[in-house]
């Protein structure tokens, strides 16, 4: 499975209702489970983007599907990146000509 890396920032909606906030996580894991992923972390942070969230799904149409989802509410904005591991990135550098 491959990881992605979700950088999120609420949008005015997201936070006159931040207190439904937690359930809205739990929806998604939900989802991301539901498409055969795995919801592997989420933190809130501080700076730029308000949370960070970590998944490892299948394809990366089932991460879109999930993230179309979460968006059509109103209450984020995300930018997703799709992550490497360490040996993942070993693999492609030694593949390289």
């Not at 809205?24 to 700076?47: C, D, H, I, P």
């Not at 149409?61 to 040996?87: M, N, P």
Request: proline share 3%; glycine share 6%.
């Amino acid at each position: 499975m491959a990881t992605y890396i979700t950088l999120v920032n609420y949008t005015q909606k997201g936070i006159e209702t931040i207190k439904q906030a937690p359930d809205r996580v739990n929806a998604a894991r939900q989802r991301v489970r539901a498409a055969g992923g795995e919801f592997k972390a989420f933190y809130l942070t501080m700076g730029r983007y308000d949370a960070v969230v970590i998944v490892d799904a299948p394809s990366d149409e089932k991460v879109a599907a999930s993230l179309l989802a979460s968006g059509a509410q109103g209450t984020i904005h995300t930018e997703t990146l799709r992550a490497f591991t360490e040996d993942e990135f070993r693999k492609i550098v030694a593949a390289m000509p």
